[in-house]
């Protein structure tokens, strides 16, 4: 079973950045696309950001554009997102997970079948 390890969750001020980290030990990382997601305690998960296999897709949560960057290093089966300008409403355990597809952004939790254990991101006001 591929495990999927989150790093880089913390405290920071709104306004601040962070950069998360997810790696996933094994030959077929750069086969499948890779997607965020995040949940409040007592809300549903939702939908961060997806890129693809190549990294020529990517989709984001619409009100998120523009402030969070995923990206993806296939040599070193990594993915990343880059988080700016964080506000107070970013604050949720982010989750990294795996599709099975591998040019198609996927943006519904659904679609994604193999996820990490998370990493806290609190944003103080």
């Known amino acids: 079973q591929v495990q999927l390890i989150e790093s880089g969750g913390g405290v920071i001020q709104t306004g601040g950045s962070l950069k998360l980290s997810c790696t996933a030990p094994?030959?077929?990382?750069?086969?499948?696309?890779m997607g965020w997601f995040r949940q409040v305690p007592g809300g549903q998960r939702e939908f961060v950001a997806s890129?693809?296999?190549?990294?020529?897709?990517?989709r984001y949560k619409y009100t998120l554009q523009g402030r969070f960057t995923i990206s993806r290093d296939n040599a070193n089966n990594t993915v990343y997102l880059q988080m700016d300008n964080l506000t107070p409403e970013g604050t949720a355990v982010y989750y990294c997970?795996?599709?099975?597809?591998?040019?198609?952004?996927?943006?519904?939790?659904?679609?994604?079948?193999?996820w990490g254990k998370g990493t806290q991101v609190t944003v103080s006001s």
């Open positions: 890129i693809s296999r190549n990294s020529d897709k990517t």
């Open positions: 997970a795996r599709t099975r597809f591998s040019d198609y952004a996927a943006d519904k939790d659904i679609e994604y079948y193999i």
């Open positions: 094994g030959p077929t990382f750069s086969t499948y696309t």
